[in-house]
């Protein structure tokens, strides 16, 4: 299971329980999110989708069904392009935006991501209280 942009395996938190009652859950975190480390270079689709096409064959997970959230959904979508794994599940896939809408995108999270370090030490704070946390949050998630 692959969560969306900003998030972590604890993205999956609410449904992993139901979820593996029935199913064996491999949940990962993308690279430079929880407890993964960044890869070097450009962070791109492609990049985040060789990283976790890697960690698959790594682990011998050939074939498992692929679920994605987000940006996750995005990169499910590319694995399975890939013939990397099995079913697909892709909820709400982000990324498909086209001429000023890539632009738009690029522009507003990289202020967004300028924001949110420039207000790092106040962050524990502004995160307890769910009117600021949906202002800073409001480009990634309707009720962070």
């Known amino acids: 299971m692959v969560h969306g942009l900003g998030g972590s395996v604890r993205s999956w938190d609410m449904i992993a329980p139901v979820l593996s009652q029935s199913r064996q859950l491999v949940l990962i975190d993308l690279p430079g999110h929880g407890m ?3 890869i070097p270079g450009r962070q791109t ?3 985040y989708a ?3 096409s890697a960690f698959i064959e790594e682990q011998g997970l050939s074939g498992i069904d692929l679920v994605g959230s987000s940006v996750g959904a ?3 979508l590319e694995l ?3 013939g990397v794994g ?3 599940v892709a909820l709400d896939p982000g990324g498909f935006w ?3 809408e890539t632009k738009f995108f690029q522009t507003t999270i990289a202020a967004s991501i300028k924001l949110v370090r420039w207000l790092q030490p106040v962050m524990p704070f ?3 209280h769910a009117a600021t946390r949906t202002l800073l949050l409001a480009q990634l998630s309707a009720k962070p």
Do not use: E
């Open 74 to 76: 995005r990169l499910v």
């Open 86 to 88: 099995g079913n697909c």
């Open 36 to 38: 993964s480390p960044s």
């Open 126 to 128: 502004l995160a307890r």
């Open 50 to 52: 060789d990283a976790i």
């Open 98 to 100: 086209q001429g000023w």
């Open 45 to 47: 689709v492609a990049a």
């Open 80 to 82: 399975s392009r890939r």
